[in-house]
């Protein structure tokens, strides 16, 4: 597969790119490591309207790795965040296998992917608050089944 991939709008972005459009490096961590965030799963309680997973369908690649792009400033090989679980790579199919495994469609709240999101055990900080459209746009996708 071609390190590139189509995202919105016919535009064809490298991951490293993304990163680069992104401005760096806030926001390195473990995604490994944490329990589930109880903030996130509040805040999902409190916007069920809007949480539910219903509008237009996301996927990966075109909604949520454009989100992650800071993430892949220090979660790539020999990046500060280079020995986590979370490793994003030129090749956008094999990065959704590796976030993907973050994920938990049965309890779209509780997924590790939104806990170190929203700063839980995430050495880097928050990136996303909870009830932020960035954060908001995760969860409706993890939602909807986490759509490659």
């Known amino acids: 597969m071609s390190s590139e991939r189509r995202f919105r709008g016919g535009r064809l972005v490298t991951l490293a790119a993304l990163a680069l459009m992104a401005g760096g490096g806030a926001g390195c961590a473990d995604l490994s490591r944490g329990d589930p965030s109880p903030i996130a799963a509040d805040a999902a309680d409190a916007g069920?309207?809007?949480?539910?997973?219903?509008?237009?369908?996301?996927?990966?690649?075109?909604?949520?790795?454009?989100?992650?792009?800071?993430?892949?400033?220090?979660?790539?090989?020999?990046?500060?965040?280079?020995?986590?679980?979370?490793?994003?790579?030129?090749?956008?199919?094999?990065?959704?296998?590796?976030?993907?495994?973050?994920?938990?469609?049965?309890?779209?709240?509780?997924?590790?992917?939104?806990?170190?999101a929203s700063g839980n055990g995430h050495g880097g900080g928050a990136i996303f608050l909870p009830g932020s459209s960035q954060y908001q746009t995760i969860l409706t996708w993890i939602q909807q089944g986490a759509p490659p």
């Open 48 to 116: 069920d309207a809007a949480a539910s997973g219903d509008g237009p369908a996301l996927s990966f690649a075109t909604d949520v790795l454009p989100l992650l792009a800071p993430c892949a400033t220090c979660h790539v090989a020999g990046g500060q965040a280079g020995d986590t679980s979370l490793l994003f790579t030129a090749d956008a199919t094999a990065t959704y296998a590796t976030v993907v495994r973050l994920v938990d469609t049965t309890a779209p709240a509780a997924s590790r992917l939104l806990s170190k």
